[in-house]
């Protein structure tokens, strides 16, 4: 198992608390405060996701109980979720794409919940920018690419035009990562 969360990990510079703010989607009501030992027990997920709360707790120096009550609170909070990554080559996934589609006549989100149902697409998101969404495809090989593009997409409607294009090498991909630092109210710390 490895770990995602909605913020990435620095080591705290000091044992100031950080805050922030959720609530209901679009509301800033329920706060939820950061200190060093929430970050060094995120960072130990990191390090091993597997790892259970009494080995966290003796590499940290707390207790069981202690590591996994903060687990518990930012997992409530939806600051903290851990989950099992897969890696597309070892199952056989050896075709990477990347596909922005322009939409026209239907609503871009309803066009993209419908890719986002295909099976060979792991992402899709709605962008700005000249095209409507971008997703990413991942296929076995170059023989299911004609298949892909002219009877699975070709049957969605609103897909005015797409733009493939071939990843031909991943520099960095990590999708354990997002900022905690970013999203704190504090200034500063």
């Given amino acids: 198992m490895r770990l995602t969360d909605d913020r990435r990990l620095r080591k705290p510079q ?3 608390p950080r805050h ?3 609530g209901a989607p679009g509301t800033m009501t329920q706060t939820f405060s950061y200190d060093a030992t929430d970050l060094n027990i995120v960072e130990q997920l990191r390090l091993n996701g597997r790892a259970n709360n009494q080995q ?3 590499k940290l120096g707390l ?3 202690t590591v996994s009550t903060r687990i518990k609170r930012m997992e409530d909070a939806n600051q903290l979720r851990v989950v ?3 890696d597309f080559s070892a199952h056989g996934f050896n ?3 990347r596909i922005p589609v322009e939409v026209d006549g239907r609503p871009a989100s309803e066009v993209a919940a419908e890719l986002a149902e295909l099976p060979e697409v792991v992402a899709t998101h709605l962008v700005t920018g000249r095209y409507d969404i971008d997703m990413l495809v991942a296929l076995h090989d ?3 690419l004609s298949d892909f593009l002219l009877n699975d997409l070709s049957g969605i409607r609103g897909i005015r035009s797409l733009s493939p294009a071939v990843v031909v090498d991943i520099i960095k991909y990590k999708f354990d990562v997002a900022p905690i630092e970013a999203r704190t109210t504090g200034k500063g710390a």
Avoid: G
Wanted: no cysteine; proline share 0%; net charge negative.
């Fill in 14 to 16: 000091a044992e100031t």
């Fill in 20 to 22: 922030i703010s959720r």
């Fill in 56 to 58: 966290i707790a003796e």
């Fill in 63 to 65: 207790t069981a109980t």
């Fill in 84 to 86: 099992a990554v897969s």
């Fill in 95 to 97: 075709v990477l794409l």
């Fill in 142 to 144: 170059f023989d299911d």
